[in-house]
Protein backbone atom coordinates (compact mmCIF):
# COMPACT_ATOMS: atom_id res chain seq x y z
CA UNK A 1 0.00 0.00 0.00
CA UNK A 2 3.09 1.90 0.79
CA UNK A 3 4.13 1.90 -2.36
CA UNK A 4 1.32 3.12 -4.09
CA UNK A 5 1.70 6.15 -2.24
CA UNK A 6 4.99 6.34 -3.70
CA UNK A 7 3.94 5.38 -7.30
CA UNK A 8 1.16 8.96 -6.67
CA UNK A 9 4.40 10.73 -6.19
CA UNK A 10 6.06 8.99 -8.90
CA UNK A 11 3.20 9.62 -11.42
CA UNK A 12 2.95 13.42 -10.37
CA UNK A 13 6.19 14.24 -10.78
CA UNK A 14 8.42 11.53 -12.52
CA UNK A 15 6.82 10.39 -16.33
CA UNK A 16 8.47 7.13 -16.11
CA UNK A 17 8.28 4.80 -12.94
CA UNK A 18 8.20 1.50 -13.95
CA UNK A 19 6.25 0.44 -10.62
CA UNK A 20 3.21 2.42 -11.30
CA UNK A 21 0.14 1.18 -12.62
CA UNK A 22 -2.03 4.34 -13.43
CA UNK A 23 -5.23 1.62 -12.60
CA UNK A 24 -4.52 1.27 -9.23
CA UNK A 25 -3.29 5.25 -8.50
CA UNK A 26 -7.86 5.25 -9.00
CA UNK A 27 -7.79 2.35 -6.50
CA UNK A 28 -5.68 4.56 -4.01
CA UNK A 29 -7.21 7.77 -5.12
CA UNK A 30 -10.49 6.16 -3.87
CA UNK A 31 -9.10 5.09 -0.66
CA UNK A 32 -7.96 8.36 -0.13
CA UNK A 33 -11.45 9.72 -0.48
CA UNK A 34 -12.55 7.11 1.98
CA UNK A 35 -10.08 8.58 4.33
CA UNK A 36 -11.67 12.20 4.16
CA UNK A 37 -15.05 10.58 4.99
CA UNK A 38 -13.69 9.29 8.69
CA UNK A 39 -12.76 5.53 6.92
CA UNK A 40 -9.20 5.90 8.11
CA UNK A 41 -7.89 2.31 9.47
CA UNK A 42 -5.59 2.27 6.30
CA UNK A 43 -4.13 5.48 6.43
CA UNK A 44 -1.26 4.59 9.11
CA UNK A 45 -0.01 2.02 6.65
CA UNK A 46 -0.06 4.83 3.44
CA UNK A 47 2.14 7.38 5.56
CA UNK A 48 5.64 6.29 4.62
CA UNK A 49 8.28 5.83 7.84
CA UNK A 50 10.79 8.32 8.68
CA UNK A 51 13.48 6.06 6.95
CA UNK A 52 11.75 5.46 3.77
CA UNK A 53 10.53 9.19 3.75
CA UNK A 54 13.94 10.69 4.30
CA UNK A 55 15.25 8.21 1.30
CA UNK A 56 12.42 8.91 -0.69
CA UNK A 57 13.56 12.64 -0.10
CA UNK A 58 17.38 11.79 -1.22
CA UNK A 59 16.84 9.26 -4.07
CA UNK A 60 13.43 11.12 -6.04
CA UNK A 61 12.78 14.37 -5.06
CA UNK A 62 16.17 15.68 -6.13
CA UNK A 63 15.44 18.85 -8.41
CA UNK A 64 11.68 18.35 -8.24
CA UNK A 65 9.66 20.49 -6.60
CA UNK A 66 10.16 19.56 -2.54
CA UNK A 67 7.54 22.11 -1.63
CA UNK A 68 4.81 19.92 -3.19
CA UNK A 69 5.58 16.67 -2.51
CA UNK A 70 5.71 17.88 0.91
CA UNK A 71 2.73 19.63 0.83
CA UNK A 72 0.70 16.29 -0.02
CA UNK A 73 2.98 14.42 2.83
CA UNK A 74 1.41 17.00 4.97
CA UNK A 75 -1.67 16.20 3.76
CA UNK A 76 -1.58 12.90 4.91
CA UNK A 77 -0.74 13.81 8.40
CA UNK A 78 -3.58 16.31 8.85
CA UNK A 79 -5.90 13.52 8.18
CA UNK A 80 -4.12 10.92 10.74
CA UNK A 81 -4.30 13.50 13.41
CA UNK A 82 -7.43 14.84 13.16
CA UNK A 83 -8.84 10.50 12.49
CA UNK A 84 -8.66 10.32 16.32
CA UNK A 85 -8.38 6.61 15.92
CA UNK A 86 -8.25 4.68 18.84
CA UNK A 87 -5.48 2.17 16.64
CA UNK A 88 -3.63 5.98 15.90
CA UNK A 89 -3.35 6.16 19.84
CA UNK A 90 -2.89 2.72 21.29
CA UNK A 91 0.10 1.79 18.85
CA UNK A 92 2.18 5.00 18.95
CA UNK A 93 2.07 6.20 22.96
CA UNK A 94 5.66 6.95 23.63
CA UNK A 95 7.61 4.53 25.77
CA UNK A 96 8.47 7.39 28.61
CA UNK A 97 9.51 4.86 31.19
CA UNK A 98 12.34 3.41 28.43
CA UNK A 99 13.40 7.27 27.79
CA UNK A 100 16.67 8.71 28.78
CA UNK A 101 18.75 12.28 29.41
CA UNK A 102 22.40 11.77 28.69
CA UNK A 103 24.47 14.22 31.02
CA UNK A 104 27.80 14.35 29.17
CA UNK A 105 30.81 14.87 30.94
CA UNK A 106 34.35 14.85 29.07
CA UNK A 107 35.17 11.69 30.59
CA UNK A 108 31.64 9.90 30.76
CA UNK A 109 27.98 9.74 29.83
CA UNK A 110 25.92 9.29 32.29
CA UNK A 111 22.05 8.05 31.80
CA UNK A 112 19.42 9.18 33.69
CA UNK A 113 15.15 8.33 33.21
CA UNK A 114 13.39 11.15 31.59
CA UNK A 115 10.93 10.18 35.00
CA UNK A 116 13.30 10.59 36.91
CA UNK A 117 15.13 13.49 36.46
CA UNK A 118 16.05 14.28 40.53
CA UNK A 119 18.85 11.87 39.78
CA UNK A 120 20.30 13.72 37.19
CA UNK A 121 19.91 17.58 39.07
CA UNK A 122 21.87 15.67 42.20
CA UNK A 123 24.24 13.86 40.32
CA UNK A 124 27.87 14.71 41.82
CA UNK A 125 28.50 15.42 37.86
CA UNK A 126 25.91 18.02 37.58
CA UNK A 127 27.60 21.38 38.96
CA UNK A 128 24.76 23.58 39.71
CA UNK A 129 27.45 26.65 39.55
CA UNK A 130 27.02 26.30 35.46
CA UNK A 131 24.66 26.83 32.92
CA UNK A 132 22.29 23.89 32.02
CA UNK A 133 21.33 23.17 28.16
CA UNK A 134 19.83 20.16 27.18
CA UNK A 135 19.54 19.32 23.77
CA UNK A 136 16.78 17.35 22.37
CA UNK A 137 17.58 15.33 19.19
CA UNK A 138 14.74 14.60 16.35
CA UNK A 139 13.85 10.85 15.61
CA UNK A 140 16.30 8.95 13.24
CA UNK A 141 16.59 11.68 10.66
CA UNK A 142 19.27 10.78 7.43
CA UNK A 143 18.67 7.02 8.24
CA UNK A 144 20.32 6.47 11.51
CA UNK A 145 23.75 8.29 12.27
CA UNK A 146 22.54 11.58 11.84
CA UNK A 147 20.64 11.83 15.78
CA UNK A 148 23.69 10.76 17.34
CA UNK A 149 25.94 12.16 15.35
CA UNK A 150 24.36 15.25 16.26
CA UNK A 151 24.65 14.78 19.84
CA UNK A 152 28.10 13.64 19.55
CA UNK A 153 28.98 16.63 17.82
CA UNK A 154 27.50 18.94 20.17
CA UNK A 155 28.59 17.50 23.06
CA UNK A 156 31.96 17.46 21.70
CA UNK A 157 31.53 21.63 21.16
CA UNK A 158 30.47 21.91 24.65
CA UNK A 159 32.51 20.01 26.57
CA UNK A 160 35.32 22.14 24.66
CA UNK A 161 33.70 25.65 26.18
CA UNK A 162 33.23 24.37 29.10
CA UNK A 163 31.46 25.64 31.94
CA UNK A 164 28.52 24.21 31.35
CA UNK A 165 25.68 21.16 32.12
CA UNK A 166 25.17 19.28 29.26
CA UNK A 167 22.56 16.88 28.06
CA UNK A 168 20.73 15.37 25.68
CA UNK A 169 17.38 13.78 25.36
CA UNK A 170 17.87 11.35 22.53
CA UNK A 171 14.68 10.45 20.89
CA UNK A 172 15.71 8.63 18.34
CA UNK A 173 14.62 5.39 19.38
CA UNK A 174 10.89 6.24 20.46
CA UNK A 175 10.21 8.33 18.32
CA UNK A 176 11.39 6.36 15.02
CA UNK A 177 7.41 5.39 14.33
CA UNK A 178 5.79 6.65 11.46
CA UNK A 179 6.22 10.54 11.39
CA UNK A 180 2.70 11.44 12.28
CA UNK A 181 2.74 10.04 15.53
CA UNK A 182 6.36 10.63 16.26
CA UNK A 183 4.95 14.41 15.69
CA UNK A 184 1.73 13.17 17.97
CA UNK A 185 4.70 12.26 20.49
CA UNK A 186 6.13 15.78 20.85
CA UNK A 187 3.83 17.40 22.88
CA UNK A 188 3.90 13.81 25.74
CA UNK A 189 7.77 13.95 25.90
CA UNK A 190 7.58 17.89 25.56
CA UNK A 191 5.68 18.04 29.18
CA UNK A 192 7.97 15.21 30.73
CA UNK A 193 10.75 17.15 29.68
CA UNK A 194 8.86 20.31 31.26
CA UNK A 195 8.08 18.31 34.36
CA UNK A 196 11.92 17.76 34.90
CA UNK A 197 12.82 21.37 34.51
CA UNK A 198 10.28 22.21 36.72
CA UNK A 199 11.70 20.17 39.82
CA UNK A 200 15.07 21.94 39.10
CA UNK A 201 14.03 25.34 39.15
CA UNK A 202 12.46 24.31 42.28
CA UNK A 203 15.80 23.34 43.80
CA UNK A 204 16.68 26.70 42.87
CA UNK A 205 18.82 26.56 40.32
CA UNK A 206 18.71 29.96 38.36
CA UNK A 207 16.23 30.20 35.84
CA UNK A 208 18.31 32.08 33.31
CA UNK A 209 20.71 29.03 33.28
CA UNK A 210 18.04 27.22 31.38
CA UNK A 211 18.73 26.42 28.01
CA UNK A 212 16.54 23.94 25.64
CA UNK A 213 17.47 23.50 21.76
CA UNK A 214 16.40 21.23 19.71
CA UNK A 215 17.02 19.53 16.01
CA UNK A 216 13.26 19.25 13.67
CA UNK A 217 11.22 17.46 15.94
CA UNK A 218 13.55 17.63 18.96
CA UNK A 219 12.80 21.70 18.92
CA UNK A 220 8.89 20.93 18.90
CA UNK A 221 9.17 18.85 22.13
CA UNK A 222 11.23 21.94 22.75
CA UNK A 223 8.30 24.52 22.45
CA UNK A 224 5.82 21.92 23.79
CA UNK A 225 8.49 22.03 27.08
CA UNK A 226 8.51 25.49 27.50
CA UNK A 227 4.61 26.13 27.31
CA UNK A 228 4.17 23.51 29.82
CA UNK A 229 6.56 24.87 31.61
CA UNK A 230 4.64 28.29 31.38
CA UNK A 231 1.70 26.71 32.04
CA UNK A 232 2.99 25.41 35.08
CA UNK A 233 4.75 27.58 36.70
CA UNK A 234 3.74 31.34 35.45
CA UNK A 235 7.61 31.45 34.16
CA UNK A 236 9.53 31.55 31.02
CA UNK A 237 12.22 28.97 30.36
CA UNK A 238 15.10 31.67 29.17
CA UNK A 239 16.07 30.52 25.73
CA UNK A 240 14.69 27.88 23.05
CA UNK A 241 16.78 27.47 20.35
CA UNK A 242 14.89 25.79 17.25
CA UNK A 243 17.31 23.99 14.85
CA UNK A 244 15.29 23.89 11.44
CA UNK A 245 12.14 22.76 13.38
CA UNK A 246 9.85 20.34 11.68
CA UNK A 247 7.65 20.99 8.86
CA UNK A 248 5.86 18.50 8.13
CA UNK A 249 2.35 18.32 10.43
CA UNK A 250 3.04 21.56 12.50
CA UNK A 251 0.39 23.43 10.98
CA UNK A 252 -0.80 26.63 12.14
CA UNK A 253 -4.09 26.43 13.70
CA UNK A 254 -3.74 22.81 13.42
CA UNK A 255 -3.63 19.84 15.77
CA UNK A 256 0.03 20.26 16.43
CA UNK A 257 1.45 23.42 17.71
CA UNK A 258 4.98 24.02 16.92
CA UNK A 259 8.09 25.61 18.75
CA UNK A 260 6.82 29.82 18.58
CA UNK A 261 8.27 33.18 20.02
CA UNK A 262 6.62 33.69 23.45
CA UNK A 263 7.66 29.15 24.49
CA UNK A 264 10.47 30.68 26.18
CA UNK A 265 12.10 34.54 27.01
CA UNK A 266 14.32 34.63 24.11
CA UNK A 267 13.52 32.28 20.86
CA UNK A 268 15.72 31.88 18.44
CA UNK A 269 15.67 30.00 15.18
CA UNK A 270 18.13 28.75 12.82
CA UNK A 271 16.27 28.06 9.34
CA UNK A 272 18.40 25.34 6.77
CA UNK A 273 15.55 23.63 4.85
CA UNK A 274 12.74 26.02 4.95
CA UNK A 275 9.39 24.68 3.61
CA UNK A 276 10.31 20.79 3.41
CA UNK A 277 11.41 19.15 6.02
CA UNK A 278 12.32 23.05 8.59
CA UNK A 279 9.76 25.72 8.55
CA UNK A 280 9.79 28.47 6.34
CA UNK A 281 7.95 31.03 8.53
CA UNK A 282 9.43 33.47 10.75
CA UNK A 283 8.48 31.73 14.18
CA UNK A 284 11.03 33.12 16.52
CA UNK A 285 12.16 36.58 18.50
CA UNK A 286 15.12 36.22 15.94
CA UNK A 287 14.89 34.10 12.64
CA UNK A 288 18.13 33.29 10.75
CA UNK A 289 17.77 32.51 7.21
CA UNK A 290 21.22 30.46 5.99
CA UNK A 291 21.85 31.37 2.62
CA UNK A 292 17.97 32.81 1.70
CA UNK A 293 14.78 30.76 1.96
CA UNK A 294 15.71 28.10 -0.88
CA UNK A 295 15.46 24.36 0.56
CA UNK A 296 19.22 24.04 -0.48
CA UNK A 297 21.97 24.96 1.47
CA UNK A 298 25.32 25.14 -0.48
CA UNK A 299 27.38 22.04 -0.79
CA UNK A 300 24.37 19.91 -0.06
CA UNK A 301 22.41 18.33 -2.78
CA UNK A 302 19.40 16.74 -0.82
CA UNK A 303 16.71 17.83 1.66
CA UNK A 304 18.00 15.92 4.70
CA UNK A 305 21.46 16.99 4.72
CA UNK A 306 20.21 20.47 4.54
CA UNK A 307 18.01 20.27 7.03
CA UNK A 308 20.94 18.44 8.96
CA UNK A 309 23.07 21.91 8.28
CA UNK A 310 21.13 23.97 11.81
CA UNK A 311 23.06 21.73 14.15
CA UNK A 312 26.13 21.72 12.23
CA UNK A 313 26.07 25.61 11.98
CA UNK A 314 25.07 25.80 15.37
CA UNK A 315 27.49 23.19 17.25
CA UNK A 316 30.69 25.20 14.97
CA UNK A 317 30.10 28.52 17.03
CA UNK A 318 30.00 26.80 20.22
CA UNK A 319 33.64 26.54 20.02
CA UNK A 320 35.47 29.00 21.89
CA UNK A 321 37.11 31.71 19.11
CA UNK A 322 34.04 30.84 16.56
CA UNK A 323 31.70 32.42 18.27
CA UNK A 324 31.48 35.10 15.47
CA UNK A 325 31.92 32.51 12.80
CA UNK A 326 28.25 33.38 11.36
CA UNK A 327 26.85 36.93 11.09
CA UNK A 328 23.68 37.88 10.24
CA UNK A 329 22.29 40.98 9.08
CA UNK A 330 18.46 42.02 9.51
CA UNK A 331 17.25 42.24 5.88
CA UNK A 332 14.24 40.78 3.89
CA UNK A 333 16.00 38.49 1.20
CA UNK A 334 19.67 36.90 0.67
CA UNK A 335 19.58 39.02 -2.75
CA UNK A 336 18.81 42.30 -0.74
CA UNK A 337 22.14 41.52 1.34
CA UNK A 338 24.21 40.15 -1.31
CA UNK A 339 23.09 43.53 -3.04
CA UNK A 340 24.13 45.41 -0.04
CA UNK A 341 20.60 46.70 0.63
CA UNK A 342 20.69 45.84 4.19
CA UNK A 343 23.13 48.08 6.41
CA UNK A 344 22.29 47.36 9.77
CA UNK A 345 24.96 45.82 12.50
CA UNK A 346 26.64 42.45 12.05
CA UNK A 347 24.66 39.92 15.16
CA UNK A 348 26.00 37.19 15.25
CA UNK A 349 23.89 33.32 14.65
CA UNK A 350 24.33 30.59 17.11
CA UNK A 351 25.79 30.21 20.69
CA UNK A 352 26.61 34.15 21.05
CA UNK A 353 22.88 35.22 19.86
CA UNK A 354 21.85 37.96 22.00
CA UNK A 355 18.76 37.44 23.77
CA UNK A 356 17.62 40.74 23.11
CA UNK A 357 17.33 40.79 19.31
CA UNK A 358 14.65 40.56 16.93
CA UNK A 359 13.34 39.99 13.76
CA UNK A 360 14.41 37.92 10.28
CA UNK A 361 17.98 38.08 9.52
CA UNK A 362 20.09 36.57 6.66
CA UNK A 363 23.57 35.23 6.26
CA UNK A 364 25.22 33.18 3.81
CA UNK A 365 27.47 30.32 4.79
CA UNK A 366 30.33 28.04 2.72
CA UNK A 367 29.78 25.28 1.37
CA UNK A 368 31.36 23.07 3.56
CA UNK A 369 33.22 22.98 7.08
CA UNK A 370 34.06 25.34 8.47
CA UNK A 371 30.69 26.61 7.47
CA UNK A 372 31.11 30.28 9.05
CA UNK A 373 31.73 32.71 6.17
CA UNK A 374 33.66 34.63 8.67
CA UNK A 375 35.42 31.41 9.99
CA UNK A 376 39.21 31.67 9.98
CA UNK A 377 40.27 28.80 8.30
CA UNK A 378 43.91 28.60 9.65
CA UNK A 379 41.70 28.28 13.58
CA UNK A 380 41.53 25.26 15.55
CA UNK A 381 39.63 25.75 18.20
CA UNK A 382 41.48 25.17 21.54
CA UNK A 383 39.89 23.19 24.17
CA UNK A 384 41.16 23.03 27.71
C1 LIG B 1 31.56 24.05 39.36
O1 LIG B 1 31.69 25.15 38.47
C2 LIG B 1 32.34 26.27 39.05
C3 LIG B 1 32.20 27.45 38.10
O2 LIG B 1 32.37 27.07 36.74
C4 LIG B 1 33.78 25.89 39.40
O3 LIG B 1 34.45 26.98 39.97
C5 LIG B 1 33.76 24.72 40.35
O4 LIG B 1 35.09 24.25 40.58
C6 LIG B 1 32.93 23.57 39.78
N1 LIG B 1 32.77 22.53 40.81
C7 LIG B 1 33.14 21.27 40.61
C8 LIG B 1 32.89 20.32 41.72
O5 LIG B 1 33.65 20.89 39.55
C1 LIG C 1 18.86 38.14 28.67
O1 LIG C 1 19.88 37.59 29.46
C2 LIG C 1 20.14 38.29 30.66
C3 LIG C 1 21.33 37.62 31.33
O2 LIG C 1 21.10 36.27 31.55
C4 LIG C 1 18.88 38.28 31.53
O3 LIG C 1 19.11 39.00 32.73
C5 LIG C 1 17.73 38.90 30.76
O4 LIG C 1 16.54 38.80 31.50
C6 LIG C 1 17.54 38.18 29.43
N1 LIG C 1 16.53 38.83 28.63
C7 LIG C 1 15.62 38.18 27.91
C8 LIG C 1 14.67 38.95 27.08
O5 LIG C 1 15.59 36.95 27.89
Known amino acids: MRLLVYCLIGLLFISHDGYCVPSRLFDLVGEL ?31 L ?16 LNSNSVFVKKKFTPKLDEMSFILHSKSSSISIPLMKPDEMWK ?9 LVIFVTGWKTNLKEEASQAQNVMAAAYMCRGNVNFVTLDTAAFIDTLYTWSAFNTQTIGEYLSKAVQKLVESSFPLEFIHLMGHSLGAQICGAAGRHFNQNTQLLIARITGLDSANPCFNNGGVLEGLF ?16 LGKK ?13 SPLQ ?56 PNTTKGNYFLNTNSKSPYGEHSRRDHQPVCV
Open 298 to 353: PGSFDVSSSHGRAWKYYAESVYPGNENNFLARECTSITALNNNNCLGPLIPMGYAT
Open 33 to 63: VDATKGALGSIPSLIPTPEEFFSLSKNTFIG
Open 123 to 131: HPEFNTSNP
Open 281 to 293: EAIGDIDFFCNGV
Open 261 to 276: RGDAAFVDVIHTNPGV
Open 65 to 80: PNQVVFAFFNQFCNMA
